[in-house]
Every structure is written in structure tokens, then in C-alpha cells.
């Protein structure tokens, strides 16, 4: 097996420290073909920081990469625009899907109208006849939305009473989570793959490797993607991927009223039944900010959160790719992440998840060219497949109009009781002190803009053993 060890001393370059205090700070997410839009972090939770904000320097061992990689150091925030491949195929409109049973044929992604639904990229109005009805569904739910107050912008730091506040189960700040969050799969070495903000143009690139090595993951899809690059939800629904909801424009939910959070998971239920007949009947909150009433609400709208594996109150399976676009992070640094997830994967009890996007090149690149051909030959082996499946249902389960409820009961009311990984739901222990950049995700190893933006990247080792 050719294993490669890699080196990189990342320098230093005063291009810009990131000053960590400064969790509000707006992420600007340039999307490459819609409007760019600017996205504030709520909050991240603490992160683990077993490599101090000033290191400059990784290493970390793969196993193997993929011959065809985009080498890392051009895996970098302002790395050359590449040829994006087209979609393998196009599925034809009124097509019978084979992954599902019972699903509607295939509708026309072509007679989708954008001005039929909201402005892309920005909270959805509440004043729309859509959300209106959708908050009488809620009302008439037999759910009860707790009076809890919405945050503010700028995450735990800004938030510190409702950091402290153990009722309300807020992920962000301490990580706490009810029983009927999804944060694991149940059967060790099995990974729920996620991909979360597409579909992109980049996306085809990841699926046609995804076709190459067999494997399916879950596409947690925003909406206002979807109306941008309906074909592609069609193509990963109907060759077998998992389609899940991750809201209309990526706000941080918490931030919201509640009107607001019905109307951002309605949308996007909508558009994507729109585009593939079927709704679905999981979510992830983006940036993993939920809190009770987040619950309760999704709850009534028929759906499931979905989270990432957590480890401790400080360290999750965040491989923090997202903020390779940006330069907040490096590419070494994201794959010192993937190591220290790969090496406590293999130690928990349970499977994992983590969390990986298809939105940019950078993310795209990194999963293609060194994460997955890593995992790929893992040993022992990973078993890697889509959420719904690595709890062992069907794919149907994934559909709230082909669930038949036998192995996918609807939630009973309450929420049921707060189980957190580990610490105390709100425990603050340094949240003020390590908050994360804006993309609100605590990385298993080292912060994100923790320190000066890295610059890569000095030298590479390839052992052959
Ligand atoms: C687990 O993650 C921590 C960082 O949270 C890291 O220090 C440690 O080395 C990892 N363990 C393994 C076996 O990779
Ligand atoms: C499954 O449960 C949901 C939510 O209670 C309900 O709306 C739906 O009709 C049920 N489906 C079946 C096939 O019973």
C-alpha cells in the first residue's frame, strides 16, 4: 500500500489576522453563479483546539490519494476557477424512480418558475398565502412551540444567558441534543455521508466520484440551490442519493422568528418536491443551530434533524472545508481535521457523521482528491452510505409521502429528554475565547481563523510501504 506522509509547514503570511472574538463577523458566501450573499454565523460551538492558534505547521498521514488530485496547494481560497464537468446523465421528465417504491414520476425541472418562490439567499418573507398556511399546518400540528426567545447574531459570546439557559438544549453552545436528534449512526465504522449547501456547479464533479466508487451520500440541499440547479437534485435522487432539507437561504435558525423558521423549512420542502415529487422528511439545521423551539417547529413540519458527530462539548466531526473558499483554513489543516476524525472514529462505539460541503471547488476538491480515497481504504473498512440508511431503513423512510410510518414512526410530542455527548448542555467553558470564525462549525482538531490566515505549503513526503 502506498501511504503518503505529509509535512506542511504552513507559513504564517500577515495576510489578515482572524480576530476569534469576533464570532458575528459576516461570512460572505460568493456563490459563483447566483448573487453573492452574506451569511452570519450565529454562533460555533467551542472548538477543539489541540493545536494551538499559532501553530504554523500540520502533519498528518493518508493512506492513499487520488492520482488525478488537485494538489493542495492549489486547494486555496482564491485557487483557479476549473472546468466543471457536466451531470453524467439528465433524467426525463415523468421518469419512474427505481430507489423508492411507490414514488410520483419525475416532474419537469424545466417548467420550474423562480418567481414563484422567494429571493434567493435572503430569510424568506412571512407574509406570503404559502407560509401563512404553512403556520396554520404548524398551529394545527398538535405540537407546542416553546416560548423561547430568539437569539441574537454573534453565537454564544452574544448569547450568554440562552448559552446558560439548560431548557432550551441549544446545540451551538455546548452542544446538548434530545433524543430525537440524529448525531450518529448506530453501528461502529459506519459513516452517514453528508454533503451540506447545494447542489453547485461543483456537485457533478463529487457525484460522478461518488458513481465511480459506489457510494451514496445525503445531499442536506438549500433551497435557493435548488431552484438554480434543479437537474442535479434530480440526478442525485433518482441515482440513490438521500435527499434532506437545509432551508431556504442558511440562516441560523435560532435568529428567527418563528413565522421565519416555518416559512425557510416550507420553501424549501416545497421546491424540492417540486423538482423531484417527493418532500423530505429529514433536515440539518445549518450551522447546527437548534434549540428546542427549532425542534418543535421542524417537529411539526414531519421533520427529523439530522446533526454531526460530537465527541466532546469542545470537538465535533467537522472537517471545516467550508472555510477553504474563504482562506480561513487550509487545505492541510482540513485534512489535520480529517486524521483526528478518522482516528476517533475508529474509537467510539457508535458510527459517525460528519460534515463536508459540495458548494464550493475548494470543498469538492479536497473530498474527491484526499478524504474519500482515504476512507476508501480504511481498515478496517468504513461501511459509507447515505444517513437514512446507516439507520438501517429504507430509502422510502427518507420521504415523507413514502414513509409508511412501519419503520419510520412520526415523533411523538416532547422532544423527549436532553442527551448530550458529554458536559452540561450551555456549558460556556470557553466559549468567549475560541469562538470559530462564521462558519459556526467546531472543527474535531483546530479552530478556523484561530490565527493568521495560513499560507501553504513547504514540503511533501511520499513513503511507499
Ligand atoms: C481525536 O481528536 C483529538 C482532537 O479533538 C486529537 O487530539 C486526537 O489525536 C484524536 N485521536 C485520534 C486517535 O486521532
Ligand atoms: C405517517 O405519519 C404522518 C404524520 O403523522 C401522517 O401524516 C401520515 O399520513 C402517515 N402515513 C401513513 C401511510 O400512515
Redesign the pocket.
Known amino acids: 500500500m502506498r501511504a503518503a506522509v505529509f509535512s506542511y509547514l504552513a507559513i504564517a503570511a500577515a495576510v489578515g489576522a482572524h480576530n476569534p472574538r469576533q464570532a458575528s463577523s459576516a461570512r460572505v458566501v460568493a456563490n459563483s453563479v447566483t448573487a453573492s450573499s452574506a451569511r452570519v454565523a450565529a454562533s460555533s460551538a467551542p472548538i477543539a483546539s489541540s493545536a494551538p492558534a499559532t501553530q504554523t505547521s500540520f502533519s498528518f498521514t493518508l493512506a492513499t490519494t487520488n492520482p488525478t488530485a488537485i494538489p493542495l496547494a492549489s486547494i486555496i481560497s482564491n485557487a483557479a476557477t476549473q472546468t466543471t464537468n457536466s451531470l453524467p446523465s439528465t433524467f426525463a421528465p415523468g421518469s419512474t424512480p427505481t430507489v423508492v417504491s411507490g414514488a410520483p414520476p419525475l416532474p419537469n425541472a424545466a417548467l420550474l418558475a423562480p418567481s414563484s418562490y422567494p429571493a434567493l439567499d435572503i430569510v424568506v418573507p412571512t407574509d406570503s398565502p404559502e407560509v401563512q398556511q404553512w403556520i396554520q399546518d404548524v398551529a394545527s400540528s398538535g405540537v407546542s412551540i416553546p416560548n423561547i426567545s430568539a437569539t441574537v447574531a454573534g453565537g454564544c459570546p452574544a448569547n450568554l444567558d440562552a448559552a446558560d439557559d439548560a431548557s432550551r438544549c441549544w446545540w451551538t453552545c455546548g452542544g446538548c441534543t434530545r433524543s430525537t436528534d440524529i448525531t450518529t449512526c448506530p453501528d461502529k465504522l459506519t459513516w452517514g455521508l453528508t454533503y451540506d449547501d447545494g447542489p453547485s456547479p461543483y456537485t457533478p464533479d463529487l457525484l460522478s466520484f461518488l458513481d465511480q466508487n459506489d457510494l451514496k451520500s445525503t445531499f442536506f440541499t438549500v433551497g435557493s440551490r435548488v431552484i438554480s440547479y434543479p437537474q442535479i437534485l434530480q440526478y442525485e435522487y433518482m441515482t440513490g442519493h438521500q435527499i434532506a432539507v437545509h432551508t431556504w437561504s442558511h440562516p441560523s435558525l435560532t435568529t428567527l422568528t418563528t413565522d421565519q423558521i416555518i416559512g425557510e423549512l416550507g420553501w424549501s420542502k416545497k421546491v424540492i418536491k417540486d423538482v423531484i415529487g417527493v418532500t423530505p422528511s429529514y433536515f440539518r439545521p445549518p450551522f447546527g443551530d437548534i434549540d428546542d423551539r427549532v425542534r418543535a417547529i421542524a417537529q411539526a413540519m414531519?421533520l427529523t434533524p439530522v446533526m454531526w458527530t460530537r465527541i466532546s462539548p469542545m470537538a465535533t466531526f467537522d472537517t471545516d472545508d467550508f472555510d477553504l473558499h474563504s482562506g480561513l483554513t487550509t487545505a492541510a489543516h482540513v485534512l489535520l481535521n480529517w486524521d483526528y476524525i478518522e482516528g476517533n472514529s475508529t474509537i467510539i462505539p457508535t458510527g459517525f457523521i460528519l460534515l463536508e460541503h459540495d458548494l464550493f471547488q475548494q470543498s469538492v476538491d479536497i473530498a474527491t482528491g484526499y478524504i474519500l480515497p482515504d476512507a476508501l481504504v480504511h481498515q478496517p473498512p468504513f461501511k459509507i452510505e447515505p444517513v437514512i440508511s446507516c439507520l438501517n431503513k429504507p430509502m422510502n423512510d427518507a420521504y415523507?409521502e413514502l414513509?409508511?410510518?412501519s419503520t419510520n414512526?412520526?415523533v411523538v410530542s416532547g422532544g423527549g429528554v436532553p442527551t448530550l455527548s458529554s458536559g452540561a448542555p450551555g456549558s460556556v467553558e470557553a466559549t468567549g475565547s475560541s469562538q470559530g470564525s462564521g462558519s459556526g462549525n467546531s472543527a474535531v482538531s483546530t479552530p478556523p481563523g484561530s490565527g493568521p490566515v495560513l499560507a501553504l505549503v513547504l514540503s511533501l513526503t511520499t513513503l511507499f510501504l
Do not use: E
Request: glycine share 0%; aromatic share 0%.
Open positions: 414531519d415523507i414513509n409508511d410510518n414512526p412520526p
